[in-house]
């Protein structure tokens, strides 16, 4: 991994950091669109195709009603591993409910925001070279709480056409409706669209390559309609470690995140002098050799790097900067920068937020951080405003409403104010 020194670069040197592992989307826009395009039109017999083509996999249909498919089998330890993630993934989501409010401005005006879910959803659960269950509750969990009334999970299917038993167990589990067995751009596109027999949906979550990443991004931009939890990229993690972190604890965080793929950033950031990076760099090397994904994860580091702060304040100003997907702060007395951390201490390792703990893993990547936050139980909802005024609240207000009408030049806004303030009037004089 290659280093750099903070106090020895420019302030265009350290921006230069932020960037990642660059994304051609105007080639992968290219790719996309078509298949886009091709869904849009002709439907499931598209996504047949593309399902062939990408996945191997010939399908006589490509829908499933969850409710109609068999309880898969799990082994018991494999079953009580999910089933804790789920307890915990729940109660951290349900906790996030907020209580309606009544609120009175003044006397006679009252306003209130109720929530609502959003009718129906699509989750993505990536395939490919991973095959990702964890996703399917992270996504369909909060979706289940707010009350979505259609959850559709796509994933790709095994090339016998079958779907990942453990995917399944969680999509049972956590109330999805629908299973669309596709990957990719054509999943995103007939999720967006609706098809013969998939259900359109008006919000797609779920991470994704730079293929899905793509589809969602064109998608939410045309006809169809729908909107998207959030732009995403490739895997990362920053890792903030001083010289009391213990070196194969860094490693193995390190390498959590490089063995998604090859396009996957880890960044390190030493906080101050007295840090062993050689016993760092070795434990990097020992783990990396012996993963089944050694090869993806090798692949990420060779573009990753090393930064070296003089102190925690400048690591974590180095962080805020860089934004990160997952942060990990392995410092002593980590908890007294809990308002800047995500997951902190030695014995807070990231993967356990990606499992189990409860917290949500999808979050988002390539410096979105600054902007957008992950996943939660307010994805699933929209939020709808109420305003209610007796006969004394418009008294009270709508002279200043029609004021302002007047001031913007529309008549009739004010009209419908100050109309009801004349009805008002009348009925008070009458005999």
Known sequence: MKSYKLSELSDGEVRSL??????????????????????????????????LRFDKAELDKIVEIVSELPDPLLDAPVKEAFDVAYSNIYAFHAAQRTPERNVENMKGVQCKRVARSINSVGLYVPGGTAVLPSTALMLAVPAQIAGCKTIVLATPPAQDGTICKEVLYCAKKAGVTHILKAGGAQAISAMAWGTETCPKVEKIFGPGNQYVTAAKMILQNSEAMVAIDMPAGPSEVLVIADKHAIPRHVAADLLSQAEHGPDSQVVLVIAGEGVDVNAIEAELSKQCQS???????????????????????????????????????????????EGYIENAGPWTPESVGDYASGTNHVLPTYGYARMYGGVSLDSFLKYITVQSLTEE????????????????????????????????????VSP
């Open 18 to 51: 932020m960037a990642r592992p660059r994304i051609d989307f105007s080639s992968v826009f290219a790719l996309v669109n078509p298949i886009v395009d091709h869904v849009h039109k002709r439907g499931d017999a598209a996504v047949k195709e593309y399902t």
């Open 291 to 337: 993963l089944p994904r050694g090869e993806f994860a090798a692949k990420a580091l060779s573009h990753s790097f090393i930064v070296y702060a003089r102190d925690m304040l400048e690591s974590i100003n180095f962080s805020n900067l860089y934004a990160p997907e997952h942060l990990i702060v392995n410092v002593k007395d980590a908890e007294k920068w």
């Open 393 to 428: 609240g418009l008294r009270k207000l709508g002279p200043y409403v029609a004021t302002m009408a007047e001031v913007e030049g529309l008549d009739a806004h004010k009209r419908a104010v100050t109309l009801r303030l004349e009805d008002i009037e009348t009925r008070q």
